[in-house]
C-alpha cells in the first residue's frame, strides 16, 4: 500500500484499527500543520523502503476519539502497529532514521 499523501477527515473505529492483521502505521496530524508539512519529505523517504506497510494518514484535533484513543498530543504522530498492537512511536520526526527503524519493527518478516 503506498504512502498516503493527505490526511483524511474520514478516521476508521479504533476497533478495527485493534483487529488490522499485519502491518499498518497511523500518522496524526492535519493537512495545514507546519510540522505535518515539513516532516512529509523524510515520512516519504521512509515509506520507500517498507512500501508494503499500510499507511493510514488520520486528520486529527478537537473532538476527534481516535487520536485521543492514542493519547496524541503533538503533529505528526506516527503510530506503528503489529496485528493491532502498538510496537512504536514516533512523533515530529526531522528525519527518516526514526521512521525506518519503527517500520522495521512492524515490517513482513
Not at 476527534?64 to 520526526?93: C, H, I, M, N, Y
Request: net charge neutral.
Amino acid at each position: 500500500m503506498p504512502y498516503e499523501t493527505t490526511y483524511s477527515p474520514d478516521a476508521p473505529a479504533r476497533a478495527d484499527l485493534d483487529a488490522t492483521a499485519g502491518a499498518t502505521v497511523v500518522e496524526f496530524g492535519t493537512n495545514w500543520c507546519g510540522f505535518c508539512k515539513a516532516a512529509q519529505p523524510a515520512i516519504a523517504e521512509a515509506f520507500a523502503v517498507h512500501p508494503e506497510v499500510r499507511h493510514l494518514k488520520v486528520e486529527d484535533g478537537s473532538g476527534r476519539p481516535l487520536g485521543r484513543s492514542f493519547k496524541v498530543k503533538l503533529w505528526p504522530t506516527l503510530v506503528f502497529l503489529r496485528d493491532g498492537q502498538e510496537v512504536a512511536r514516533v512523533v515530529r520526526p526531522d528525519g527518516p532514521g526514526d521512521v525506518i527503524d519503527a517500520l522495521a519493527k512492524i515490517a513482513a518478516r
